[in-house]
């Protein structure tokens, strides 16, 4: 399936349902290879932790996201940006250092209005190309996956609607 970015935009505007569980959450379970991409000197996780002291759903997630087996994928990369463009170029860091596939999930498009797009929904930063995926799109892609995913197991699915 694969390792994603996820901004601090996402987190700080994410709504409940259906984007905690179906979304954030999809990162926790132990069934399926979905990982969050985190640098290993701790910088995206301590904005992770910031944004979780405002909410306790983000801190419930990061906790859980914690436990052995971690789901959290350390990408060897020392993190850091003089003078950022905005929020999520930490982020776009991040993801361009991701071998293979490199994947963003943010709140919006919007959020990234500052960068040239290379395509229909592909950021190049630093001649790198980034799939980027805003909520919808992101919860598209894991409802899909996870449907075939729990279809081919026998799991009940209503539609491409996962039922827990």
Request: hydrophobic share 35%.
């Amino acid at each position: 399936m694969g390792i994603y970015t996820v901004t601090g935009k996402l987190l700080e505007n994410i709504q409940p349902k259906p984007y905690y569980n179906e979304l954030l959450f999809v990162f926790t379970f132990s069934t399926n290879s979905y990982k969050v991409a985190v640098d290993t000197n701790g910088c995206i996780l301590d904005i992770y932790r910031s944004i979780g002291e405002e909410n306790p759903l983000i801190a419930t997630w990061l906790q859980i996201m914690s436990n052995e087996p971690t789901n959290f994928e350390p990408i060897d990369e020392v993190l850091s940006i003089d003078t950022p463009k905005c929020f999520c170029e930490i982020f776009l860091l991040l993801a361009s250092k991701i071998a293979g596939a490199k994947r963003l999930i943010t709140n919006s498009i919007q959020d990234l209005s500052l960068y040239e797009f290379n395509g229909e929904k592909v950021v190049k930063y630093n001649d790198i190309d980034i799939k980027i995926y805003d909520k919808d799109d992101a919860l598209n892609e894991f409802r899909q996956n996870m449907s075939q995913f729990h279809s081919g197991s026998g799991d009940n699915v209503a539609g491409n609607k996962i039922e827990y």
